[in-house]
């Protein structure tokens, strides 16, 4: 049920009381601060949008589906008070049932200049979970049977995840003690580097340490879903090896098309495939550029989506376009240096330090945010004949497969 969703109105921290309880920022609440776009469809085309939105599980890989401040040099300040509120409204608005919501990740600096401090992930993360457990429209969502619940009953089904492992440091026991908060995704590094492996941002690629090979073991025997969307190649292909389970790359492109570190080589992306994983396209601002749309929009989006199909098959793609409600281009200005965005962004071969050259836009045109993507990107295969099995693959089935693997 991707549209009709059952949403009552709730707004995070209703129960508390906003200027004495906690401190109130003015917040971007879903109402457009771009041009509204959606791609054209026949009429026959829209009924048939309308139906498969309907019918289908339509999951997002990857989102931080949360409410941003209005003023995103705000945001340090919003993000020190810990009361981030969930985009509950907008997210009814969207064709998503399903969203891997990464929390703060990289930006949780509640009480560090660095980031993916152990107490600083669990405050974030205890705080989101005390909303979402005073409203009754987004499950937290733990088992597979979770999901078929959301998207019969009309709610949202939120999953937890991090896109990197530093703050396991070197405490293995760390791991379940996530799943216990109900993390079911992790990246095994963000940028960086930390005790599990090497980050894609590092000069040179050690891959997975000792301690890592240990840390896949322990996510495979708990049941959290393994990431590598942020790892360097050699980890990745380390992890892939070691994993008894299929792995996730939750949210990436293919570097043929955009020759950054941050997007993955052929070589990854069928080692990933041939184990039974899944890859997320990325959409987050200047990642998912091509020659031909080095102009971000839907388009590049598509034709990173369309050159892994034909590398890999239909049935290892998925979406995780990695957007917020808000200044997502302003984020990554705010937090270049957390968020290793220069570093992430060089080419790759003889020119490691030169990024190939586009022109910097303020959204992603179609992918502004999880709602407008959620829209378009569907309307996109529906107008580009793709059948409903390779749409219900694409917008959902394949990341389920893994799923009920992996979580059982």
Known sequence: MGINKKYSGYQSFDYLEKGKDFKEFQLLTGESTFEPFLIPLSEEQEKRERELAEKLIMISLHEHPHLFPAD?????????EVRIFTAFKALAESYWDVV?????????????????????????????????AHQDFVIKCEKVEDIFDA????????????????????????????????????????????????????????GLTSFGYQAVERMNKVGMAIDCSHSSDQTTLDVIRASQKPIFLTHTGARSLWNIKRLAPDSVLKACADKGGVIGIEAAPHTTLTQKNPHHNIEGFMEHFEYIKDLVGIEHLAFGPDTLYGDHVGLHHVFAEALSIDQSHQGRGEDQTEP???????????????????????????????????????MGKNILRILEDVWQ
């Not at 200049?113 to 979402?132: A, E, F, N, P, Q």
């Not at 580009?384 to 219900?392: F, H, P, Q, R, V």
């Open 151 to 206: 998207h019969k009953e009309g709610k949202v089904a939120l999953i937890c995840a991090q896109e990197g492992a530093a703050m396991v440091e070197n405490e293995l026991d760390r791991i379940e003690i996530l799943y216990g908060f109900g993390v079911r995704v992790m990246g095994i590094t963000y940028s960086e580097s930390n005790q599990l492996g090497t980050g894609l941002r590092e000069p040179r690629d050690g």
């Open 72 to 80: 995103i040099r705000e945001t340090m300040a919003y993000e020190k």
């Open 356 to 394: 190939p050259s586009f022109e910097e836009v303020d959204f992603v045109k179609g992918i502004e945010n999880p709602t407008e993507g959620s829209k378009n990107i569907l309307r996109w295969l529906v107008k580009n004949d793709y059948s409903d099995e390779e749409i219900a693959k694409v």
């Open 100 to 132: 891997f919501d990464n929390f703060m990740d990289g930006t949780a600096m509640i009480t560090s200049k660095h980031g993916w401090k152990w107490s600083d992930v669990i405050y974030d993360m205890g705080m989101r979970l005390c909303d979402l």
